[in-house]
């Protein structure tokens, strides 16, 4: 049997003057990791944080931290992301020239290296890379925003993926990140995703609490319709 889907939350969409209770909270609900969108105003129109304010979240929790890198040139600011204490790097495709010593730094320093396709971006591109990486992550918007409506043509490569790890016994998670709410998360358990993402639809309207435990609910209602 497939392992339980797992819901992230992104800390983009929370309330950073009171972060240590927006952590806890959904601690509280049942999250095991936690999402951090680090970006650059260069490789997306935004930025956001960087390894300081990631190092002071580590203080604040154990959970698994996967650092969402939208920066240009990821492998020159690699050492400061995992010295703040990043369990999960995912770098983007298209940002980084050597992608294969990208992940091979990673590994040496016992970090989980991680992919991810922004939505133009084709599973192709990434083909030699599956065996020596933990995690794909699906982009299902154009990074640079919380709130975003999701763009669902972007679940076929989760698809893909998913026949391409299953065919090759690749040991492989597959996430999805952009748009995810009460109304798109049942398309993403179906497509057969490992991670789902939520920023705006976890700290936003009600409380994180409650709207973890709400998206939690429609991913065990369409799970069993997988
Ligand atoms: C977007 C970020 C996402 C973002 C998702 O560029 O990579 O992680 O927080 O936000 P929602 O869930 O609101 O689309
Ligand atoms: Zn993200």
């Known amino acids: 049997m497939r392992k339980k889907i797992e819901l992230v939350p992104s800390l983009l969409s929370s309330d950073f003057s009171k972060i240590e209770a927006e952590i806890k909270a959904v601690e509280k609900a049942g999250a095991k990791r ?4 680090v970006m650059d105003g260069h490789f997306v129109p935004n930025i956001t944080f960087g390894p300081i304010i990631i190092d002071a979240i580590r203080k604040l929790t154990k959970l698994h931290l996967e650092t969402h890198l939208m920066i240009e040139n ?7 992301f995992i010295a703040a204490g990043s369990d999960t790097i995912l770098f983007h495709i298209e940002a980084d020239k050597r992608p294969g010593s990208t992940i091979e730094l990673l590994r040496q320093k016992g970090i989980r290296p991680g992919i991810v396709l922004n939505p133009d971006t084709p599973v192709d591109k990434i083909l030699t890379f599956l065996p020596a990486i933990d995690q794909v992550l699906i982009m299902t918007v154009y990074p ?5 409506k999701m763009i669902k043509k972007c ?21 999805v990140d952009g748009g995810v ?20 639809a976890i700290f936003e309207k009600r409380s994180p609490y409650d709207n973890f435990k709400i998206l939690e609910r429609v991913i065990d209602e369409n799970t069993n319709k997988r």
């Open 74 to 80: 990821p492998a020159k600011y690699l050492d400061a």
């Open 34 to 37: 936690l999402h951090l969108d």
């Open 155 to 175: 679940l076929e490569k989760v698809e893909i993926l998913n026949k391409i790890r299953n065919s090759r016994k690749y040991e492989l998670m597959i996430e």
């Open 144 to 148: 640079g925003f919380g709130g975003q």
């Open 181 to 200: 709410n009460e109304k798109t998360i049942g398309d993403v358990v179906k497509v057969g995703t490992d991670l789902i993402v939520a920023g705006s």
